[in-house]
């Protein structure tokens, strides 16, 4: 069988909460760089708290998740606090931030480079 490079691998992953209500018990997944996913279920199935564990902020669960050295994992809430003196759009592009400075900056550029 082929060795292949998880991006990410979760082994019997659990979740409870104090009180004894279990989340979730034993999930094992292991995604190859590149793919898409999709978490699906009812309220309180606890997808936005297996999105938390993967994204590293929440930290006390049982069993093992961890992402491939050099991967990179994101998370956005799906109530994120918004800068209420900016627009929707300027919200979005501060979640770009080194790369819209990058882009700014080559605009900045291009507009003082000789015209042909």
């Known amino acids: 069988m082929a060795a292949y490079q998880y991006v990410y691998v979760m082994k019997d992953l659990t979740k409870a909460y104090p009180g004894g209500r279990e989340v ?10 590149g793919v898409k996913i999709g978490v699906l279920g009812v309220n309180g199935a606890g997808k936005s708290t297996l999105l938390k564990i993967m994204a590293g902020i929440e930290k006390e669960y049982g069993g093992e998740a961890w992402g491939a050295e050099g991967a990179r994992i994101g ?6 606090k918004l800068d ?6 300027e919200n979005v592009a501060l979640g770009f931030g080194d790369l819209k ?9 291009s507009m003082l480079s000789p015209s042909r």
């Open 24 to 33: 979730f018990k034993g999930i094992t997944l292991s995604f190859l760089p």
């Open 75 to 80: 998370y956005l809430e799906q109530e994120p």
């Open 84 to 89: 209420e003196s900016l627009t929707v759009a």
């Open 101 to 109: 400075r990058a882009v700014d900056r080559f605009n900045e550029i």
